[in-house]
């Protein structure tokens, strides 16, 4: 029994956000019960302000606020580069590596035949359409490195190339500090099959 | 870099959530941005809703709604023993137990010398006023097992003693399932002490 009925009802609606249980829809409710009614108001204006202002930037079909998204929009990016993922959620770890300067290109998905995803279904005739117009070098396909993700790549990989444009693949290995015995034996053939030379 | 300020703006709003870490709160912002309007709406509702409506209930002092909270208003409950926590977010866990039918009493903390909390901060004098009106059998002491926890059990248990009401104090000892090798050894010398016949 909680004491509350708006309390319960905050915990219900807590507890449908993904990785969140029951615990911690608890917790996370009594922290905003304590907190300052300005710390909680922020929460719920963020919240509403996302589903009011970011749609689908009309380039690269990653979330955006203006017209462009930030990073289209942004004269520090290498436009030469291209990395193509398949859902907005994979652009921020890329964006953490600090490695990747170029700029995106988000599938919306990735080809899954059992599912019914069919190249149409993706931003792939828009993708071809930017490296029609834009002055692109160098696509990295960095979908999933599952079957679907691969089937993508391999796909993506035999459209691009006759434009004479270079396509790269993220590399397989093992995770760095990761122990070889605990390495599944698909991901430590791919090492092996990639071993560079020291 | 994320593509959108206001994505940017939830993200760091969501951080401050207790157990929710940047890629937590990545994860939940993408959820949010991909669900149905409603479900968004919805989370922000509550939480203003429960900023807007949910204050002390004046007998217990754990969180309500109306006047007094569900739990002290309802009739199923036996209003004979009395279980003391220290914080509203004690009581759930109880609840889920499923073996306490009675009513709480909230202290708002616990005894900490050191911190500066006296018995006048704590709804301590309102416990004693509860005990002298309602009819009570048995209070449960179930603030936490640690030093400031038991400070405060033993603090309680002296003033109500004398009122001839029994006190009872929530057992130690090993965790259900739990193993004797990753045991603490002060956890299991209290199991050790409190060992019963079989």
């Given amino acids: 029994?909680?004491?509350?009925?708006?309390?319960?009802?905050?915990?219900?609606?807590?507890?449908?956000?993904?990785?969140?249980?029951?615990?911690?829809?608890?917790?996370?409710?009594?922290?905003?019960?304590?907190?300052?009614?300005?710390?909680?108001?922020?929460?719920?204006?963020?919240?509403v302000e996302v589903k009011d202002r970011v749609h689908f930037c009309p380039q690269c079909f990653n979330y955006a606020e203006d017209d462009l998204c930030a990073i289209c929009s942004s004269d520090r990016r290498d436009r030469s580069v291209l990395c193509v993922v398949s859902e907005p959620r994979d652009v921020?770890?890329?964006?953490?590596?600090?490695?990747?300067?170029?700029?995106?290109?988000?599938?919306?998905?990735?080809?899954?035949?059992?599912?019914?995803?069919?190249?149409?279904?993706?931003?792939?005739?828009?993708?071809?359409?930017?490296?029609?117009?834009?002055?692109?070098?160098?696509?990295?396909?960095?979908?999933?490195?599952?079957?679907?993700?691969?089937t993508t790549a391999s796909y993506l990989a035999r459209l691009i190339r006759p434009l004479g444009v270079k396509v790269t693949r993220l590399a397989s290995g093992l995770p760095v500090g990761g122990e070889l015995e605990y390495a599944d034996e698909v991901t430590l053939g791919r090492a092996i099959e990639s071993r560079r030379e020291m």
Same sequence: chains 1, 2.
């Fill in 92 to 150: 921020p770890p890329i964006e953490r590596t600090g490695l990747f300067s170029g700029l995106y290109h988000v599938l919306g998905g990735e080809l899954s035949p059992l599912s019914g995803v069919g190249p149409d279904d993706l931003h792939i005739g828009q993708l071809m359409a930017r490296l029609g117009t834009e002055e692109v070098n160098e696509v990295i396909l960095a979908t999933n490195s599952n079957v679907e993700g691969e």
């Fill in 1 to 47: 029994m909680i004491s509350s009925p708006s309390l319960q009802h905050l915990v219900d609606e807590l507890e449908r956000m993904p990785g969140v249980g029951v615990k911690s829809a608890q917790r996370i409710a009594f922290w905003l019960l304590n907190s300052d009614r300005d710390v909680a108001l922020r929460l719920a204006e963020a919240i």
